[in-house]
């Protein structure tokens, strides 16, 4: 069965450090796609990345890096030198279609806290 | 700007109540969708649509049901509301119609209490 997992439920960093958010996922399908979504206090979700199944390049955006390693199952998100304003809850998401169905999947979000 | 809106911020109703919650996209965008977000358990879908008139049920569809009209409207209804549907309605869309692996732009979300 397809799965999202985010073990950590809450992280809590000084502004300045690094941090690491793990996103595991299950899957059968050889294609599916990988999701980053933020969602601020303000509530709305706002999409950060999208990485295919074929594609394990890893990513920079900014302060903002992913690590896709398909021999793990997992897609990591690391924000650099965190700030006050990265303080959100985080969700990873599958998506694939599984037995002719479309399948969009979220984990159970990591809550992030940068303190100043 | 993109933009997802849907019809209410907060909501209140009562048990056995019929419940509407309107979501309206303006980026022509094929498929639309409805989760409901609760603590520990992140987003769950309800429902999605890849095309008008069509539906397809998600995860969770039990005690909803959807319309979906018009291409940037998609209605999510809950035909007797419960207290257990108490949670955060958010709504979204994505283009590309079925089978496809877009983004979601997601709504400001509808926080639904039922008494």
């Known amino acids: 069965a397809q799965k999202v997992t985010q073990a950590q439920t809450e992280i809590s960093v000084v502004e300045k450090e690094d941090v690491t958010l793990d996103c595991v996922y299950e899957t059968r399908d050889t294609t599916y796609y990988l999701f980053w979504y933020k969602q601020p206090p303000s509530g709305e979700l706002v999409f950060l990345i999208r990485?295919?199944?074929?594609?394990?390049q890893n990513e920079i955006s900014g302060r903002y890096s992913w690590n896709f390693q398909k021999s793990t199952s997992s897609f990591n998100f690391t924000i650099t030198a965190s700030q006050v304003v990265d303080s959100a809850v985080y969700f990873c998401a599958l998506s694939e279609v599984s037995s002719g169905t479309y399948k969009y999947i979220f984990g159970t979000g990591t809550r992030l806290k940068v303190l100043a | 700007d993109v933009k997802v809106t849907q019809s209410s911020r907060y909501l209140v109703k009562r048990t056995g109540e019929k419940v509407f919650l309107e979501c309206v996209q303006d980026?022509?965008?094929?498929?639309m969708f409805w989760y409901r977000q609760d603590p520990g358990l992140g987003l769950r879908l309800i429902y999605f649509s890849y095309d008008v008139k069509m539906k397809e049920k998600g995860d969770i569809p039990e005690g909803y049901s959807v319309s979906r009209e018009k291409k940037e409207r998609f209605s999510l209804i809950l035909e007797s509301a419960s207290t257990n549907q108490t949670s955060m309605y958010l709504c979204?869309?994505?283009?590309?119609?079925?089978?496809?692996?877009?983004?979601?732009?997601f709504g400001p979300g509808t926080r639904l209490t039922v008494l």
């Open positions: 980026m022509d965008h094929e498929n």
């Open positions: 990485r295919n199944s074929f594609d394990e």
């Open positions: 979204a869309s994505s283009p590309g119609g079925a089978g496809s692996y877009n983004e979601q732009f």
